[in-house]
């Protein structure tokens, strides 16, 4: 795909469309937030594969949970927007090795969504990371704004 310059809440409102009804099959609350009118230079179809992958990893870390709930929601700074994808899940064991390529603490899982979010995110300028502070588990995709 070809870098477009893309305002942040089509990709959010793309990524509503796509992960509304997962998130509803699974019983999960999902709470989108659209953003200001911000720009990026996006591989939309790529970010959106890389964002789908935080999404469905979110669901699936809050499977033993009670009350269910994944978030979505997008921030800028002067330089960059994040996208930040949190669950009410226990959180990562090993925050590092879930970057590993073929980590997975799940029976089905092939542990390449993390790595392969990671590497969309570096395609365009930008990074993943993993916060955990008294709360949700959260994963930032940042990446550069532009004008």
Same mark, same amino acid.
């Given at each position: 795909g070809a870098?477009?310059?893309t305002p942040t809440a089509e990709v959010i409102a793309r990524l509503e469309r796509l992960g509304a009804p997962l998130m509803k099959a699974a019983g999960v609350?999902?709470?989108?937030?659209?953003p200001p009118p911000i720009w990026i230079e996006a591989d939309?179809?790529?970010?959106?594969q890389a964002l789908l992958n935080l999404l469905i990893n979110a669901l699936d870390?809050? $499977?033993?949970?009670?009350?269910r709930q994944v978030s979505? =929601?997008?921030?800028?700074?002067? @330089?960059? #927007?994040?996208?930040?994808?949190?669950?009410s899940g226990p959180?990562?064991?090993?925050?590092?090795a879930a970057f590993v390529p073929f980590y997975t603490t799940k029976p089905q899982g092939s542990g390449v969504?993390?790595?392969?979010?990671?590497?969309?995110? $570096?395609?365009?300028?930008?990074?993943?990371?993993?916060? =955990?502070?008294?709360g949700p588990t @959260?994963? #930032?995709?940042?990446i550069p704004r532009v004008e």
């Open positions: 870098m477009t310059k609350r999902f709470v989108c937030e659209a939309v179809d790529l970010l959106e870390a809050t $499977a033993s949970e009670a009350d979505f =929601r997008c921030v800028a700074d002067e @330089t960059s #927007v994040s996208f930040l994808i949190s669950d959180g990562l064991v090993d925050s590092e969504g993390l790595t392969l979010s990671r590497q969309i995110a $570096a395609a365009h300028g930008g990074r993943l990371q993993y916060q =955990r502070n008294d @959260t994963f #930032v995709l940042r």
